[in-house]
């Protein structure tokens, strides 16, 4: 997977494993709904954490190893 997430801190693991129990499925489409939001507002910050938090949640979602296996 050539986009990794950057995670700042384990809040934004909360975060997506919070969007994954109330969303299912369109988890990431919550995720990627609230970065549109914060660019909209003006919000470059928050917009970024929520488009990783959408990348951490499309990885999660993926059934298997992805990157190296040891």
């Known amino acids: 997977m050539s986009h990794l997430p950057y995670l700042a801190d384990r809040i934004e693991v909360f975060d997506a494993a ?3 129990t109330k969303f299912g499925d369109d988890a990431g489409f919550e995720a ?10 003006g919000n470059h910050v928050h917009f970024c ?3 990783q938090i959408e ?3 499309v990885l999660l979602s993926v059934n298997r190893a992805v990157g190296t296996v040891h």
């Open 18 to 20: 919070d969007l994954m």
């Open 55 to 57: 990348r951490l949640i």
């Open 32 to 41: 990627a709904a609230r970065a549109d939001h914060s660019r909209d507002v």
């Open 49 to 51: 954490r929520w488009r």
